[in-house]
């Protein structure tokens, strides 16, 4: 069965500084990749998927993540944090369901980032 | 905002009671899935329709069941109800059948069983 880990409960950066969250995954086949961010009393916004192609993902809010294959990772990063980033963020494998045809995410635990004026 | 909603946004109930959450997915979306989010047990995948049949079965307890109308909103019915079922509950839209490509959760509610 796949599974996600992100090995940070907390990170805490000062805003202004470059930020990585790690994740790693575990599915036997091509993964699906998300990154989500969960904002206190929101619910989950995507903000960024892998799928297939460049394995240097761009996506919204400044943030960039790179599949490893090698590593079984799919890193998230920000060069520059804002205030506003400071969240829940969680990391996601698509995978083919064992109910039926659809690829459902499985979800690490979360990182919490705080981030200090 | 997602364009999914959810009601209500927060439940209080006793222990033993039954409950009913509501899901509107996207427009257009003929996905609807749920997930429970708690402390203990993070976020956990419990069911997935698709145009009003069941398509995905995750780690959903008998007590509870759902379903999707014609107008493809959804509703999770939560029944003889116990203390470890408190948790966030969302719901999640999707325009595509058989993947997860994108999924766009709702605020979700929160719910405490008392």
């Known amino acids: 069965a796949q599974s996600v880990t992100q090995p940070d409960i907390h990170i805490t950066v000062s805003e202004g500084a470059s930020l990585e969250l790690r994740c790693n995954y575990s599915?036997?086949?091509?993964?699906?990749l998300f990154w989500y961010v969960q904002s206190p009393g929101q619910g989950l916004q995507l903000l960024l998927k892998?799928?297939?192609?460049?394995?240097l993902v761009q996506g919204i809010k400044g943030f960039e993540a790179e599949f490893k294959r090698s590593q079984s990772s799919f890193n998230l990063r920000k060069p520059s944090v804002h205030w506003s980033d400071a969240a829940e963020y969680f990391c996601?494998?698509?995978?083919?369901?064992?109910?039926?045809?659809?690829?459902?995410?499985?979800f690490g635990r979360g990182t919490s980032l705080i981030v200090h004026p | 905002d997602s364009g999914v909603t959810q009601t209500p946004k927060h439940l209080i109930t006793a222990t033993g009671q039954r409950v009913t959450l509501r899901c509107s997915p996207r427009?257009?979306?003929?996905?609807v899935y749920w997930y429970q989010q708690s402390l203990d047990q993070g976020l956990q995948f419990l069911i997935q329709?698709?145009?009003?049949?069941?398509?995905a079965k995750g780690n959903i307890l008998e007590r509870f069941s759902a379903q999707q109308f014609p107008d493809l909103h959804s509703e999770l019915n939560l029944s003889s109800l116990e203390l470890g079922d408190s948790a966030l509950y969302f719901c999640?839209?999707?325009?595509?059948?058989?993947?997860?490509?994108?999924?766009?959760f709702g605020p979700g509610t929160r719910l405490t069983v008392t």
């Open positions: 999640a839209s999707s325009p595509r059948r058989g993947s997860s490509y994108e999924q766009y």
């Open positions: 427009s257009g979306d003929l996905s």
């Open positions: 996601a494998v698509g995978a083919l369901h064992s109910s039926g045809g659809s690829y459902i995410p499985t």
């Open positions: 599915y036997g086949a091509t993964p699906y």
């Open positions: 329709y698709y145009n009003g049949e069941e398509r």
């Open positions: 892998y799928f297939s192609g460049d394995t």
